[in-house]
């Protein structure tokens, strides 16, 4: 079912054959024509030599979430056919290079689906142009215009603003093709196509990624290092810091491995620049020693961990929430830690600050998880967003030797709340220590057992100290409800879309989302769980490690735990299916 | 070399805890003279300890420290002097948590000429877990976790930091004090990565090398006819340890002309400590294509 009026183009080729950019011309010229859209790609077949594919779902009312159909698909090898060829939408089009499939499609029907093919010689035209493959992706995308009933003009306003800087000939070689192949199309084809979703009023909005919300969150909240071993799927963060470096001032620094990459942030983050660093399963997995280094030195670090389906090399282009008990305990012994799933966009954007806040003001560590669907999906971002809604605040420092009390500085001083003033070493007239091993307040080293208790709860009561600061999950919908769906971080709109299917079901559906994960703030949070009438936890691991912890904090236990690890996030339509199906 | 007059000072009032007779007091007293005649301020100054005996020698001074995880100090060290440049950063580890835990760090750092100081503490054993072998131990060294005697040749610290283009080699004694302040002076002031690999004796796990055993076989470079300017030259002098017969001291090498990390960073980024944070305006990386 479709909540609304939308359609989705799937774009799939060999790598190199200019899907991604593809993908991302079609989004432009549906936000040009105020029309809302959302991006998702996938690599379902690296065995068989790179395919790649980018869905651009495309809607008049703003869409959150990937889907699991294809309204039209344009094959750029004859491989994609065989691979998509089920997924494409009853009434659905499918855009093929004739040359490459002998096999006339022309109006293609099943058991399932009826659909109707369009061949065009796309290689065959670009070869004329050109006398290589070049621009069989242009032609392919004028059979497009030609389906969706949009006109060129649109596209070539595209190809000039993108390839001008590049040569005069490119645009006029890409414009070239994309004519023959639309006259093609035309002299073969009807105007048999019923789609008339030409225009929309979207409210303006920016199309980011993940990965983008992240970076330009950081770059917000004033990171000036960082550091990083390239790991999918979270280097895309790291490329986005690395770009803009020079202009915002920061230092990008890609290191022997994952392990000199958070030392190197730990060593920046205690000498005062605010400082990230960011894996994925596989390369956190090495951070972790430093982890509790930070713990112990009581030094604010940003960790994120962008996580992909595992265990070991696991699904490395896939997606998975299955690191979340993993970064809970990472690290030997126990010290405070924040963990935050932020669920799309703006939260990416805004959490982040709010991470580096609170690792400056309780000088811990804070985590954040994403995953390769978060990070790889763009994403909506409304425009009316307040870009300068968080404001920096970095906690307690201390600045020369007028501002301590005594003579002596004590790195760690035992204070009500457990957060001791913080120098950064340079200060003038002030040095001190610190290490990995116990140590008293002056942070020299000190096995004594009094001392070890009491600095101990001194760290402890920091995560106590936090909670104020810790938000309750936000809910969707009614407060009250037949069925509550819970989600944490990347769940959250697969969800919510799901909520409003099922309403057309006349079943009452409401969402408490996640993005606060530890510690729990769990004064604000019970009373939400304890209206529920009937729970589904929604979330991408194999064990339920979520709803687990619902358990060991709330003693709640959902009704029915939706699980999916097969490396791809929910769709909306499975979610309401589950639910209609399992508990109706 | 004159005796200094507040010879006392930049210690901690607790003492270290080595056994008496320990290599590291000679590097301790050296470190601490080095810095007292160049004048650099205590505040300005960031000892970063590996893990095991010789990197709490950051606890037993009034700089300041920070110990780290054994094998990661010079990840740590290179963080904080990339934020912040005006720091002295000098890393104290050993030959395990240098050369063992953490060698790629070590070349890595090497490579990438990062303008900071390592005095690897290498006394050829892992002394605070009781004398195991470790990466700089010579053939034939039994320890409990090696009782049939080591079968592995050593590594030769001086020659792999030539091969990973260190721009300051050198070597000293923790058995004089003299040689050695002079040599961190020079490698402190060194324009980029300075290696002072510091032959200190255990006196509880190893009989071999012990301070008679270097005291007869050191030689001080600067009275040969050698100069330290070509590498190649450097290398070959390096590996004369191997024989275990001759063990030159002094600067091995240097090269003052390839910029540090920092004056490549500098061209194009303010220091980062020094730069405000308040209303950074990301706008316009929202509306780039």
């Known amino acids: ?584 | 070399m004159k005796p200094k007059k507040d010879l006392s000072s930049h210690y901690t009032q607790s003492t270290p805890n080595w056994c008496p007779g320990c290599g590291n007091y000679g590097i301790w007293v050296a470190l601490k003279n080095a810095l007292q005649e160049l004048k650099i301020p205590a505040h300005k100054v960031v000892l970063v300890g590996d893990v095991g005996c010789s990197g709490k020698l950051s606890y037993w001074t009034d700089y300041n420290g920070f110990a780290g995880l054994h094998g990661r100090s010079i990840p740590i060290a290179e963080g904080i002097k990339m934020a912040n440049s005006d720091l002295i950063v000098i890393v104290v580890g050993g030959d395990g948590g240098l050369l063992g835990e953490g060698l790629q760090h070590f070349l890595h750092a090497c490579r990438r000429n990062v303008n900071i100081a390592v005095i690897l503490h290498n006394n050829q054993v892992y002394g605070l877990t009781t004398g195991q072998t470790s990466p700089t131990s010579d053939p034939g060294y039994k320890s409990s976790t090696t009782p049939d005697g080591s079968y592995e040749t050593p590594l030769n610290p001086s020659l792999l930091a030539l091969t990973a283009q260190a721009t300051f080699v050198s070597a000293s004694f923790a058995g004089n004090v003299t040689h050695l302040t002079q040599t961190i002076k020079s490698a402190i002031l060194h324009p980029g990565f300075a290696l002072v690999d510091a032959y200190q004796p255990c006196v509880t796990y190893n009989y071999i090398n012990t301070y008679e055993f270097y005291s007869k076989r050191v030689y001080d470079v600067t009275t040969t006819p050698y100069k330290p300017n070509d590498r190649f030259r450097a290398m070959k002098k390096s590996t004369e340890i191997e024989g275990g017969k001759k063990f030159p001291i002094g600067i091995l090498f240097q090269d003052t002309e390839k910029p540090s990390l920092q004056e490549n960073i500098q061209n194009r980024v303010k220091p980062l400590v020094k730069q405000p944070i308040k209303n950074i305006s990301v706008k316009s990386l929202f509306e780039q294509d």
């Open chain 1, 1 to 584: 079912m479709k909540l609304s009026n939308e359609f989705v183009i799937a774009i799939a080729g060999k790598a190199g054959q200019g899907v991604l950019s593809m993908g991302d011309f079609m989004q432009h010229i549906a936000q040009n024509l105020g029309l809302y859209s959302f991006i998702w790609v996938d690599y379902p077949s690296l065995i068989k030599g790179g395919h790649n594919i980018v869905f651009i779902r495309i809607s008049d009312r703003p869409i959150h979430a990937p889907v699991e159909y294809i309204t039209y698909l344009i094959a750029l090898d004859a491989e994609s056919i065989e691979i998509h060829f089920d997924e494409i939408i009853n009434k659905g089009v499918l855009i093929y290079d004739n040359d490459i499939v002998k096999q006339k499609i022309s109006r293609k029907t099943t058991k399932k689906q009826q659909f109707f093919g369009v061949g065009v010689p796309f290689n065959a035209i670009s070869r004329g142009i050109n006398k290589s493959s070049r621009y069989a992706n242009t032609a392919a995308i004028a059979a497009l215009h030609f389906v969706l009933n949009w006109s060129l003009d649109n596209y070539t306003h595209i190809i000039e603003k993108k390839f001008k800087k590049k040569s005069q000939k490119i645009v006029d070689d890409n414009i070239l093709a994309l004519k023959q192949a639309y006259a093609y199309v035309e002299e073969h084809y009807d105007h048999i196509f019923s789609q008339e979703l030409n225009h929309g009023e979207a409210e303006p909005y920016y199309s980011i990624n993940g990965s983008q919300a992240l970076a330009f969150g950081a770059i917000k909240a004033g990171v000036k290092f960082t550091a990083a071993y390239p790991m999918t799927p979270a280097t895309p963060i790291f490329d986005s810091l690395a770009q803009n470096a020079d202009e915002y001032g920061i230092i990008a620094k890609q290191a022997e491995d994952e392990i000199s990459a958070i030392c190197m942030t730990v060593g920046a983050s205690y000498a005062g620049a605010r400082a990230l660093t960011m894996s994925s399963g596989g390369g956190f997995s090495l951070m972790v020693e430093a982890l509790g280094l930070a713990g112990i030195t009581e030094t604010p670090l940003v960790v994120i961990n962008a996580m992909r389906g595992g265990p070991s090399t696991g699904l490395p282009t896939k997606t998975e929430q299955s690191d979340l008990r993993f970064v809970l305990h990472a690290s030997q012994g126990e010290f405070p830690r924040v963990v935050i799933a932020p669920g799309d966009s703006v939260e990416l954007y805004t959490l982040i600050q709010e991470a580096f806040n609170l690792a400056d003001l309780y000088q811990l560590p804070v985590l954040i998880l994403t995953d390769k669907y978060l990070a790889t999906s763009q994403m909506i971002f409304p425009q009316d967003i307040d870009l300068n809604a968080i404001t920096i605040d970095r906690g307690i420092l201390i600045h020369n030797k007028s501002d301590i009390g005594s003579d002596k500085y004590a790195r760690y001083l035992f204070t009500k709340d457990g957060v001791s003033p913080r120098a950064l070493p340079g200060s003038q007239g002030i040095t001190f220590h610190s290490g990995s091993d116990e140590h008293n307040e002056y942070g020299e080293i000190c096995e004594d057992a009094q001392n070890r208790v009491k600095m101990m709860d001194k760290r402890m009561k920091k995560e106590h100290s936090l909670l104020p600061s810790i938000p309750k999950p936000e809910v969707y919908g009614n407060t009250h409800a037949e069925i509550t769906l819970i989600s944490w971080g990347s769940t959250k709109w697969a969800c919510i879309e799901a909520m409003e299917l099922l309403a057309k079901y006349d079943i009452t559906a409401n969402v408490i989302h996640f993005t606060y994960i530890y510690p729990f703030n769990i004064r604000k949070t019970q009373p939400l769980l304890s209206r529920i009438n009937r729970a589904i936890v929604v979330e991408n691991n194999a064990t339920g490690q979520f709803a687990g912890l619902l358990k060991q904090y709330f003693n709640f236990e959902p009704e029915h735990a939706l699980l999916k690890y097969d490396g791809h996030p929910f769709y909306p339509d499975e979610i309401s299916n589950i639910i209609r199906k399992e508990m109706f």
